[in-house]
């Protein structure tokens, strides 16, 4: 397996820019989610890894070859990229062990066992794709990329086309294997929980270019920008005055090591913020949604401002109950 | 003279783009796609050019022929029949589509595949059942004692080709009727609207679009057709044309009647590529199912009988004449054996025509629906173009260019096949699009980046994938040229028959039971297979 280097890759359809600028650096054996709203270009990023889309600028480099920069283009074909898409793509008039042993040069009968076997798929080898449940097609789909020992694997949305249960189970599986087979991978998805809980590393994107990398619990905790904050997870956006190692909002006044003065915007995630019932509190719950495993509760603060709160499913606060907070964790953006 | 391709055609504008076929338009298309897919056309794409320079540059010669030739007469002429039949055909065809989508007759199916059959027919085959069966000396007189003028001139030429365009006509708008959605008429008719202001103001001016593309595409047919006009003794533009080819060693007229038909022409499929994409504008798909009309007593019995009349004189008539005059010739101890080598150069023929149809229309059509460019789609229109335009004329340019330029080439069944291959293509095309639409293109991807180039691919996944709408296409391909005529006599070898040129040249000589027995044999070896394939892959073909 290899690394991935994206530098400064620009790619635009008819004077509509899909990628700016676009960086990305994978390295060896880890999994990276590129994860952004539809439209951000993120499918365009994969598709020119692979060598589908030729770039209007910038270089791939994967390993210590350069497969696209001036003067380099080397056609899909000859990049050594495995590639799951989104719709399986499964070779219809094959067999699952014709579809798997198809990249494979040379005697394929041992790898193609050894590769279903990975990915759990043993006996299933003269089945035909449209006798497979979208779970298995997955699977087919995962070993037939991996089957000729590709240098990196890219997926495309890889659970988008499965159901609730299926998708919980598959994001595991699909970690698993790719984690057995040592491999280094980039998936594509706009969904922000599969991003965090499938991949080593984030590279969140916004039109045409990668805003944040980092591991998923500091991209979630540490969001590089407001707008990072809110498409990774629900957030609550104050204003605040910043003095020397203070911020005062209309939550409380705490701490702060930033060297932002003045007015700042503060971030805080619903879960950070714990109510604690309290006879003649400040501030007052107005709404709860109840979800079992937890409850989000509105809590209407005295400046009149509602922020979200998410806590776990005791004590049950009521609409109307009166509570005092606490916020053990933000974050400080600049104003905008 | 085709079935297929013109209603084919139709699909290759209106159908809505796939956008993962659309997203890869960053690519280059392999070289070999471009030869292979665009090589068929240069024989007769050269030679037209060549044709057309020859006569603008005898300008001053080509006007002079021009004006000898009464030229202003023969495009009245033509006009005349090509106004009288588009009329009589879109009456007829919109008529039995109305009746057969939005009534309550019965056996509507079974009805819409009689009405539909003379499609099948090849023009010249039904011009030579009404002249069989017409005159002094005809099957009815015989019959009936009754001394029938003969059908032939411009009431002849005006019968035989809209009994074998109306099929068309009926076939676009029973789409139209069939997409027509019956809440529009419903929203009139609440509003107050008679029943005849309904059809006046909503129901008409829906068909228009379909009835105008049906219109242009009878137009070109007719201005085409040169078997029905030439046996009906007609004085159309090829009639003419080939008259001038064939009776003069001075090959000059034929050429500069030949561009002035191939301009002519060019107006209307213009035109009517122009009006298949707004016809597209205007369609929309039906809600819910059409109610149909009930129709009273009287109006019930109108309808079958109008049906019943349709195909009688379409394709009973026509059958029963050519098989009464085989028995007659039969009876009478006529030679009318079957004719092998007439058969075998059929197939032959139009077995290698289609191959390589079929050959050409894959990279085509990869290039046309994977690699969207101006040149793959100047290449689809070509395609299209060369199919549309008059055979004959297509021929006279090959000759032409091929008697100077390409000496041993010259009257070869190879350049005939090839001449076959490039005129039909738009009806291997049109299936192998069809099928290739139907691949999802990230199955060609996957491919690649498992370590295949752009031709194993093509080997082991496409072409897998799609040969069945490409066997589609070449089959109408093989059926279409076996009942081809003008370009077959004007470019095959020395002593190459087929039954369409013994059909022809049996009935020009007025030996009805020798044409007969070839015309029933080639509805048989070809009618019969296409009726089925066209029936059977709809999916393909319409």
């Known amino acids: ?230 498409f990774l997870g629900d957030s609550v956006l104050v204003e605040g005055t910043a003095t020397t190692g203070l911020v005062s909002t209309s939550l409380g006044t705490f701490p702060h090591r930033g060297g932002a003065e003045g007015t700042v915007d503060v971030m805080i995630r619903p879960e950070w913020i714990h109510p604690y019932p309290q006879q003649n509190g400040s501030a007052v719950v107005v709404d709860r949604e109840f979800y079992g495993h937890d409850q989000m509760l509105l809590i209407e603060l005295p400046t009149g401002q509602r922020v979200q709160s998410r806590i776990g499913p005791r004590p049950l606060l009521d609409p109307g109950d009166r509570v005092d907070l606490a916020v053990d964790e933000f974050v400080v953006f600049p104003h905008t | 003279m085709t079935v297929g391709a013109p209603i084919d055609a139709r699909s290759e504008l209106n159908e809505p783009t796939a956008p993962a076929s659309m997203r890869a338009p960053s690519r280059r298309a392999p070289w070999w796609l471009w030869v292979a897919g665009g090589a068929i056309l240069v024989p007769v794409g050269v030679p037209l050019v060549a044709l057309f320079v020859r006569v603008v540059g005898a300008s001053s010669e080509a006007w002079s022929i021009l004006f000898s030739l009464r030229t202003v007469e023969l495009v009245v002429r033509s006009a005349l029949l090509v106004v009288l039949v588009t009329a009589s055909a879109l009456a007829i065809g919109v008529g039995a589509a109305w009746l057969l989508v939005r009534t309550d007759l019965r056996f509507k199916v079974a009805w819409g595949v009689l009405v539909a059959l003379p499609l099948v027919i090849p023009s010249y085959v039904i011009a030579l059942s009404y002249l069989a069966a017409s005159g002094p000396r005809g099957l009815i007189a015989d019959a009936t004692g009754i001394p029938l003028p003969v059908v032939s001139g411009l009431p002849g030429a005006w019968l035989a080709l809209t009994l074998s365009t109306y099929p068309y006509a009926f076939l676009i708008a029973t789409a139209a009727l069939r997409r027509f959605d019956p809440a529009l008429e419903e929203a009139a008719a609440g509003l107050g609207a008679s029943r005849a202001r309904v059809f006046r103001t909503v129901t008409l001016p829906q068909l228009r679009p379909a009835m105008g593309a049906a219109a242009l595409l009878v137009g070109l047919y007719t201005l085409s057709d040169f078997g029905a006009v030439s046996l009906m003794r007609f004085d159309a533009f090829t009639r003419v044309i080939y008259a001038q080819y064939s009776g ?146 297509v021929a006279l340019a090959v000759v032409f260019f091929s008697v100077r330029y390409l000496g041993p080439l010259y009257q070869s069944l190879t350049l005939l096949v090839i001449v076959y291959a490039a005129i039909f293509l738009a009806q291997a095309t049109g299936a192998t699009r069809a099928a290739l639409l139907q691949v999802n293109p990230s199955v060609e991807d996957a491919s690649r980046s498992l370590g295949k180039g752009a031709f194993t691919t093509l080997r082991r996944v496409t072409l897998p994938l799609i040969w069945k709408g490409v066997a589609v296409g070449g089959a109408l391909v093989f059926l279409t040229t076996m009942k081809e005529l003008p370009v077959t006599l004007i470019l095959r070898p020395t002593g190459f028959e087929t039954l369409a040129v013994r059909v022809w040249s049996a009935a020009d000589e007025l030996f009805y039971a020798r044409a007969s027995a070839s015309a029933l044999v080639l509805l048989l070896v070809s009618a019969v297979p296409m009726y089925v394939l066209v029936i059977r892959n709809r999916e393909f073909v319409t």
């Open chain 1, 1 to 230: 397996m290899s690394s991935i280097h994206c530098s400064a890759i620009s790619r635009s359809f008819g004077g509509a820019a899909a990628l700016t600028d676009f960086d990305l650096e994978v390295p060896v054996g880890s999994i990276v989610s590129l994860v952004g709203p539809s439209g951000s270009g993120k499918t365009t990023a994969l598709r020119v890894i692979a060598g589908f889309e030729t770039p209007d600028h910038g270089t791939v480099t994967i390993g210590d070859r350069t497969v696209v920069g001036p003067g380099v283009n080397v056609p899909p074909e000859r990049r050594r990229v495995g590639m799951v898409f989104q719709d399986y793509a499964l070779f219809p008039h094959m067999t699952v062990a014709a579809n798997v042993a198809y990249g494979v040069d040379g005697p394929s009968v041992g790898r193609v066992t050894e590769v279903l076997a990975l990915v759990g798929l043993k006996g299933f080898a003269e089945r035909f794709p449209n006798e497979l449940s979208g779970g298995e097609q997955q699977r087919v789909a995962l070993a037939r990329a991996l089957a000729p020992q590709p240098d990196v694997v890219l997926l495309d949305e890889p659970f988008s086309n499965l159901d609730a249960p299926q998708r919980d189970k598959m994001r595991r599986e699909v970690r698993r294997i790719l984690k057995a087979a040592g491999a280094t991978a980039v998936f594509v998805t706009h969904d922000q929980s599969e991003a965090l809980s499938v991949a080593d590393i984030v590279a969140v994107m916004r039109a045409g270019s990668v805003v944040q990398v980092a591991p998923p619990h500091i991209v979630y905790a540490a969001p590089a920008d407001p707008w990072v904050a809110s």
């Open chain 2, 248 to 393: 003069r060693l001075d090959r000059t007229p034929a050429a500069v009647l030949s561009v002035v038909l191939i301009l002519i022409a060019l107006t209307l499929i213009l035109a009517e590529e122009r009006s298949r994409g707004r016809a597209a504008y205007f369609s929309r798909r039906a809600t819910r199912p059409l109610v149909p009309m009930h129709l009273e007593r009287t109006g019930a019995a109108a309808g079958y009988v109008f049906i019943a009349i349709l195909v009688i004189v379409g394709v009973v008539l026509p059958v029963g004449v050519l098989v009464a005059w085989l028995l007659r010739g039969l009876a009478a101890n006529q030679t009318v054996s079957v004719q092998w080598e007439a058969i075998a150069g059929s197939l032959l023929g139009s077995a290698l025509a289609a191959f390589v149809a079929m050959a050409a229309a894959v990279p085509a059509m990869i290039l046309a629906v994977r690699y969207r460019s101006t040149a793959s789609r100047w290449l689809e229109r070509s395609v299209y173009i060369t199919f549309s335009l008059p055979h004959i004329t």
